[in-house]
């Protein structure tokens, strides 16, 4: 039994995570920050836990990560702002990772996207080039440290039913896609296979199963 810690617990990557974990037996702590989100993140078998990780330091995302395993960092700002897309995506991603090493949970999986690098090639009057880049940042701190670090690269996501097999790597072709329900599969396979550490898996629906595509 692994006690995984999910930040950004009602997202909808997160709540289909959640669900996988608990039902396997793992010990998942919801991190929301709205208290009304409670019953939807309990729904799913795991423990709700209110904490705005944008406005806690380091030390206060330690305490809240203190006795887990591992992160899944499953939040963001969402788009529209791009000073809280940077507080959010950007710093508050890299509070974590630092307070995820602090608290001796050093397992961390980072939900990002395809293409996600210093050199993404969005340009800057993209309403996309300020997530771009506070994701790279994020993902660039996280492969520095000296967590056991796997990074997901997800394309367009899709609430297509999921099927249990993806294609991973190669270019991202437009109308690319993957459904959250794979994403939330391969979040839960990797957080089981140590094997994974250390890479960057961008992946699309695709014909193979998941745990073939992740050998």
């Given amino acids: 039994m692994a006690r995984v810690a999910i930040i950004g617990g009602h997202g909808k990557i997160a709540l289909r995570l959640a669900k996988i974990l608990s039902d396997r037996g793992d010990k998942v702590s919801a991190i929301i920050r709205n208290p009304a989100h409670h019953d939807?993140?309990?729904?799913?078998?795991?423990?709700p836990v209110v904490a705005d990780v944008e406005n806690l330091?380091?030390?206060?995302?330690?305490?809240v990560l203190a006795d887990?395993?591992?992160?899944?960092?499953?939040?963001?700002?969402?788009?529209?702002?791009?000073?809280?897309t940077m507080a959010v995506d950007r710093d508050a991603a890299i509070r974590s990772m630092d307070?995820?090493?602090s608290a001796g949970a050093n397992r961390y999986v980072m939900v990002s996207y395809f293409g996600a690098r210093p050199d993404h090639g969005v340009p800057e009057d993209n309403s996309f080039f300020t997530y771009a880049e506070a994701k790279s940042a994020a993902d660039s701190h996280l492969v520095d440290s000296d967590l056991q670090w796997t990074i997901l690269g997800p394309?367009?996501?899709?609430?297509?039913p999921g099927t249990g097999q993806i294609?991973?790597?190669?270019?991202r072709a437009a109308g690319d896609q993957v459904s959250r329900d794979n994403v939330a599969l391969v979040a839960?396979?990797?957080?089981?296979?140590?094997?994974?550490?250390?890479?960057?898996?961008?992946?699309?629906?695709?014909d193979t199963p998941i745990g073939d595509a992740l050998a």
């Fill in 99 to 101: 307070a995820a090493a």
């Fill in 155 to 160: 394309s367009a996501l899709t609430d297509e």
């Fill in 68 to 84: 887990h395993d591992a992160v899944v960092w499953s939040a963001g700002a969402g788009g529209g702002d791009p000073k809280r």
């Fill in 40 to 47: 939807d993140v309990e729904a799913t078998g795991a423990d």
């Fill in 188 to 206: 839960a396979a990797v957080l089981a296979d140590p094997a994974t550490t250390g890479k960057r898996i961008e992946f699309n629906d695709g």
């Fill in 167 to 171: 294609a991973v790597g190669g270019d």
């Fill in 57 to 63: 330091d380091t030390a206060q995302i330690a305490s």
